[in-house]
C-alpha cells in the first residue's frame, strides 16, 4: 500500500499563474478529500468527493479554485488565477467510508505563490 | 457551526512523563472524534478513532477519552519518548457537514 500521493511536494509561482495539484487515493478507498493548511486558519476542508463525485465544495474559498476527480484514483486541484494568499500546504486525504474509518492524508504539496 | 479547541497550543516535558492534551467541541451531534499525528513536513497519520457511543480507545501507550454530552476529549500518553514530539490535532465528524472539523493542533516536544 503506498498511502496516498500528492505531486508536486513543493511548488512555487508568481501570482497569476495557473497552479495545478495532484492528488492519488489509496486504491480501493471510495471518499478523497482536499485540505488546506495554513498557520492562520489551520486545517480547513476545502471539497470532498465520493466514488468521484463531489459532494460539498462549500470549503472552496472562490471561484479561482476548482476540483476534478475524472476516476478513482486520480484527483485535481486548480487555481487559477492564483494570488499570494494562496499560499499554504494543500493535503489530500482518502478513506474507506466517510465516518466510520480514518483518514489517510499524503504528504501535502507546499505551494507558495509571489 | 462547529469548533474544535485545543489546549495547550504547546507542551515541553521530560521523557518518561505522562501527559494528557485536551480537546473541546461545540456540537455534540457527532459520528466520531478522531486523533492525529504531523510531524513536521508531512501530512497527518491517524492515531485513534472514537465512535460517538464509546467512552475511550486505547492504542499502546496512547488512550483517548470521549465525553460526547459535555464535548470534550482527552488524550494520554503514557511514559512520553522523544519520538513522540510531533503536533497532535483533535478532529471530529459531525452529522451536520459529514466532514471533519479539525482543531489548531498542540505541539508537543519531549527532552531527552
Known amino acids: 500500500d503506498a498511502g496516498v500521493i500528492q505531486s508536486p511536494r513543493h511548488e512555487v509561482t508568481e501570482m497569476g499563474q495557473e497552479v495545478t495539484l495532484r492528488c492519488k487515493p489509496i486504491s480501493g478507498h471510495d471518499y478523497l478529500f482536499w485540505y488546506r493548511q495554513t498557520m492562520m486558519r489551520g486545517l480547513e476542508l476545502l471539497i470532498y468527493f465520493n466514488n468521484n463525485v463531489p459532494i460539498d465544495d462549500s470549503g472552496m474559498p472562490e471561484d479561482r479554485f476548482s476540483a476534478k476527480m475524472p476516476n478513482a484514483s486520480f484527483s485535481t486541484l486548480k487555481i487559477q488565477p492564483s494570488e499570494p494568499r494562496d499560499s499554504a500546504v494543500y493535503f489530500c486525504?482518502?478513506?474507506?467510508?466517510?465516518?466510520?474509518?480514518?483518514?489517510?492524508f499524503g504528504n501535502g504539496t507546499r505551494l507558495t505563490v509571489t | 457551526k462547529q469548533e474544535v479547541t485545543q489546549i495547550p497550543a504547546a507542551l515541553s516535558v521530560p521523557e518518561g512523563e505522562n501527559l494528557v492534551l485536551n480537546c473541546s467541541f461545540t456540537d455534540s451531534a457527532i459520528y466520531n472524534l478522531q486523533w492525529f499525528r504531523q510531524d513536521p513536513g508531512k501530512g497527518l497519520t491517524s492515531l485513534l478513532l472514537i465512535q460517538s457511543s464509546q467512552r475511550e480507545q486505547t492504542s499502546g501507550r496512547l488512550n483517548a477519552s470521549l465525553d460526547k454530552s459535555s464535548g470534550r476529549s482527552t488524550l494520554y500518553i503514557a511514559a512520553s519518548q522523544p519520538g513522540d514530539s510531533a503536533t497532535y490535532l483533535c478532529a471530529v465528524f459531525d452529522t451536520g457537514r459529514r466532514a471533519l472539523t479539525f482543531g489548531s493542533g498542540t505541539r508537543l516536544q519531549v527532552q531527552p
Open positions: 486525504a482518502s478513506s474507506l467510508q466517510n465516518y466510520n474509518s480514518p483518514l489517510h
